[in-house]
DNA sequence: GCTTTTACCATGCACTCGCATGAGAAAGTG
DNA sequence: CACTTTCTCATGCGAGTGCATGGTAAAAGC
């Protein structure tokens, strides 16, 4: 077997230059084509390794999902209590500097392409499960430490703080809210949700 | 002035044609052929209304902005009291059933569109101050009757539940949510801000 | 009845698209 | 060395893209 090559670099490598073109051109923009110029190597290497555009799509997707996994479990570790846990959770998904910007932009391009490519709907579905898990867990966490108020139902709780964050973003990103403004928002809900 | 035809009909029925084919084919299949053919027009026929590809999206966007404000009035007028205004209200920007589902899809596409485009970040923009203004004022106005807690930031509340309901829509579409486990969330939330 | 204005249409152009194909370079094994 | 396998590339194909152009039919004003 010659030349090995690290595939799962190769993949990374491409769906990194999808997420480039997505923000910095759009969906729309994203061809074999495109992606190929963007990833520096030929349409012929990146048919290689994925073959349709759909599957390259969905590579990208995939690991927007992995990437905001590793982003959560990163800040996450650094909190000392399940309250700063969530609530620092959910900064990291808001868009409120550059690199949480890039994030989603290219989720929200994502939330409108998964609307009509059952692969991407079912890769959504993966990624909102594992996230609100992971709140409801924290929440429930915040409540048995006496953070948060023990008749919140915290799957409930969980699902309107993250469609809160998600519905957040385009506003945010389009300029109707400032970060400062939006991590207020943050701030009031949570602050509603104390125990005592 | 010969052949005398309503401009304002004719981009309407345009706009209308852009909405299916984003709804049916996703934002990408929108070209002025395929709009042209799903308006059962020419291609030059369009053009004549339309000189570019962006200023139909526009057409098509604010075109939305309208039929929500239609909408929202015509159901906010059917209630009684604030809070029935406030929940019928969000009620109807949510993905409960088909027609609310072809709406979100479409509103859905612009997010991930507007990003992109300063003229429809102008239009999304506009849409936000509107709806918010609207949703706020039917806080304040509840709260006057005694029927929502007087504490209560009425301009943020009126954020949050707005942001709420973008946010719950593509997870709703893409099979997360039923539309009941939705209304439930929406019900949870609005109980909490009661009087009491 | 001629001109002007409005509305519409067919077509052409340069370009890009997704995808398929076949050739060939690189690197390991016999 | 030949040989196989892995990887990469250039190119071609048919189709579709946004947009521009030139022409034409119809109705109103003079």
Redesign the interface.
Known sequence: MPKIVDHEARRRHIAEAVHRVIHD????SVSLREVAAEAGMSMGAVQYYVTTKDQMLLLALERIGIWIGERVAAVAAHQSTPLDVLRTTVLELLPLDEERSYLN?IG??F??????SENQ?AA??MG??HLLSFLAEQIRAAQTAGQLAAHL?AG?EA??L??????????T?????TPKEVA??LD??LA?LRAG
Chains 1, 2 share one sequence.
């Open positions: 051109k759009g969906m729309e932009r929200l391009a939330q409108a392409s998964s609307v009509m709907a959504m579905r909102y499960s139902d409930k699902s309107i993250y469609a809160f964050a998600q519905g957040i973003v385009n506003a990103l389009v300029g109707h809210y207020a928002l009031y809900h509603r």
